[in-house]
């Protein structure tokens, strides 16, 4: 069974930290790209970071930037996404999803695999 299962959130203050896994079954993550994404209430599912299948090229949203970082570890076949100074736009449900091709982009009809999510809450 091809499978993506995301861990880690939770709820955090403002200001605090977060690390999101997302583990993979039954395929191998090396050969999709990989993003991440978010949908807080009412609002459009929107893209967070992306991974090139090579992993030479990681992208992030402007609302992210220098605040979240993303990584792949092959070896265990999973992606994580380290989130640091949470403030309350932040809050969402983070899906991680795996795509066909080499180049990062923020596509979401192009991800062929979604995990569950998990809940990002921030509040004081």
């Known amino acids: 069974q091809l499978q993506l299962v995301e861990s880690g959130g939770g709820l955090v203050q403002p200001g605090g930290s977060l690390r999101l896994s997302c583990a993979a079954s039954?395929?191998?993550?090396?050969?999709?790209?990989i993003g991440w994404f978010r949908q807080a209430p009412g609002k459009e599912r929107e893209g967070v970071s992306c991974i090139s299948r090579s992993g030479a090229d990681i992208t992030y949203a402007n609302s992210v930037i220098g605040r979240f970082t993303s990584s792949k570890d092959n070896s265990k076949n999973t992606v994580t996404l380290q989130m640091e100074g949470l403030k309350s736009e932040d809050t969402a449900v983070y899906y991680c999803?795996?795509?066909?091709?080499?180049?990062?982009?923020?596509?979401?009809?192009?991800?062929?695999?979604w995990g569950q999510g998990t809940q990002v809450t921030v509040s004081s």
């Open positions: 999803a795996a795509g066909a091709g080499n180049t990062c982009h923020f596509d979401s009809l192009a991800y062929n695999y």
């Open positions: 039954g395929f191998n993550l090396d050969y999709y790209v």
